[in-house]
């Protein structure tokens, strides 16, 4: 990975930018996916684990778009 890269990723307004697309996403996609098991209080260990990845993808595409947009400039 480029240092370019990195650096960028960690910048502050990215990672808010990043962090704010992952909750909106992020809580769209678990209520979509696993939203009867929250409403009726069914949930396991995988379910939460699942839960919890699942904000991690909206904040890596976020974050890897808001950096490549960056270094293209």
Known sequence: ?????????????????????????????ALI???ER???GE???????KIGLTYFVPFGVATWSAVMTELQS
Do not use: E, P, Q
């Open 33 to 35: 996916n696993h939203g």
């Open 1 to 29: 990975m480029n240092s370019d890269y990195l650096a960028l990723a960690c910048r502050v307004d990215i990672v808010k930018r990043s962090a704010k697309v992952s909750v909106v996403v992020g809580t769209t996609l």
């Open 43 to 49: 949930l396991g260990w995988v379910v939460v684990v």
């Open 38 to 40: 929250l409403f009726i």
